[in-house]
Structure formats: structure tokens, C-alpha cells
């Protein structure tokens, strides 16, 4: 009965754990709106930030039907620590330890989009950048430090941390080469991202990314060069 019950705990744990595996080359896959699917990362650095830059690629048709959320970085002390969100009629929403700015923007074409967005503590200067070209910058959260120990969600915005999840706000569509540093990119390396270049990721690594899927999300190839 004890050797029962201690490989059941053993594979609980296994089931609960982060996979960790290259991800080149394919993408997530959400096929449906839902409010229980979605991927958790866990980001390889655990120390808090001074400034961050994340990109990646999204293939979606929702950005003229409603609003979704694209990264959701949430700390126990704030739901929306980071927040990329797209905001159906007005744009990319980023968001930085609650408050947001807003790109503007009239779609997301219904092609495989890079993304790119970058803060840093000093100045405050946030930018966006899609497909290797930049939005005007804007100023967000001068003098703030993003903290850590962080729940990191693909396809779902947390109104909580870990949860809180609204159908309304899914992603439906692909999500790939999910990258972040803790660093600002240069417009040069932004480009080198951009066209599919790598700059060793400090905090998300698509290319030894720590992920758990929960629900109706698949990997499969993905559909850009």
C-alpha cells in the first residue's frame, strides 16, 4: 500500500512538472476560444527587472472580432506585472505593474506577426516593434522594478495570479518563438530577432523552454519561415 501510494504522489509530481525542450520550429496551438487552455512558462532567471524585452511570433483572425491577450506575466502583486494585449479598435495595450500604454493600431494582419516589446526602469521608455518596425515610443512606470517569482501564461490574460481567466480574452490561433531578456534590445538586434537570428535569451529561451500545457492547446510546426 506505502509503495502504491508513493508512486502515485511520484507520478502527481511528474504530471505537475515543467517540460523543458527545443522548441524551434514549432509553435503553440489554440484552436478555440476556452477559458481553461493555455501554456505556463517558467522563466530561467528569478530575479527582478530593470528593464526586459519579449518577442515573438502570433498567427491569429481574431484581432477584428475581440480583444485577446498575446504575454501575461503576473506576481503575486500585480495580475498584470507585464501584460502585451491586443485591444480590438485600438491596438497593442502594454502593460507594466498595472498602468498601460497603447499602440495604435487597426488590425493584426491576418499573417504570422513578430512582436517585439521593450521597457526600461530608468527612463521609462516603452517600445513596440512589429514586424522589425517600431511604434512611436511611448513612457510607462519611470523608476519601477518588475518583480519576480513570476506566472507566466500563453493564450489566457490572468485577472489573478495563475488564473482568473476569461474566454472573451483567449487567444484562438498560433503562438511561437517566445523569447525574453533583461536587457533592452537594439534596434539591430531587434532585426536579427525579427528575421529569425538568436541573442541567448536570459529569462525565455524558445530554444530550452520550461512550459506546462493545460487543456486543448497542441505543438505543431509552425507556419512561418
Request: aromatic share 12%; hydrophobic share 40%; charged share 20%.
Amino acid at each position: 500500500m506505502e509503495k502504491l501510494l508513493w508512486c502515485s504522489l511520484v507520478m502527481i509530481g511528474f504530471s505537475q512538472a515543467f517540460a523543458q525542450k527545443d522548441m524551434s520550429k514549432t509553435a503553440f496551438v489554440f484552436p478555440k476560444e476556452s477559458a481553461n487552455s493555455y501554456v505556463s512558462l517558467e522563466a530561467q532567471s528569478k530575479k527582478t527587472l530593470k528593464a526586459f524585452t519579449v518577442c515573438l511570433h502570433i498567427f491569429t483572425e481574431l484581432s477584428t472580432t475581440r480583444s485577446f491577450s498575446i504575454f501575461s506575466y503576473a506576481t503575486k502583486n500585480s495580475p498584470n506585472e507585464i501584460l502585451i494585449f491586443w485591444s480590438k479598435d485600438r491596438g497593442y495595450a502594454f502593460g507594466v505593474g498595472g498602468p498601460e500604454v497603447l499602440f495604435k493600431a487597426s488590425e493584426i494582419p491576418e499573417v504570422p506577426t513578430h512582436i517585439c516589446a521593450s521597457w526600461e526602469s530608468a527612463t521609462g521608455i516603452a517600445e513596440l516593434w512589429v514586424d522589425g518596425k517600431p511604434k512611436v515610443r511611448k513612457i510607462l512606470q519611470k523608476g519601477y522594478t518588475v518583480g519576480t517569482d513570476a506566472s507566466i501564461i500563453l493564450g489566457q490574460e490572468q485577472d489573478s495570479y495563475g488564473g482568473g481567466f476569461d474566454a472573451n480574452q483567449s487567444l484562438v490561433g498560433d503562438i511561437g518563438d517566445v523569447n525574453m531578456w533583461d536587457i533592452v534590445l537594439s534596434p539591430e538586434q531587434i532585426n536579427t530577432v525579427c528575421v529569425g537570428g538568436t541573442l541567448d535569451p536570459s529569462v525565455l529561451n524558445w530554444q530550452a523552454l520550461k512550459y506546462k500545457v493545460q487543456g486543448d492547446v497542441f505543438i505543431k510546426p509552425q507556419l512561418w519561415p
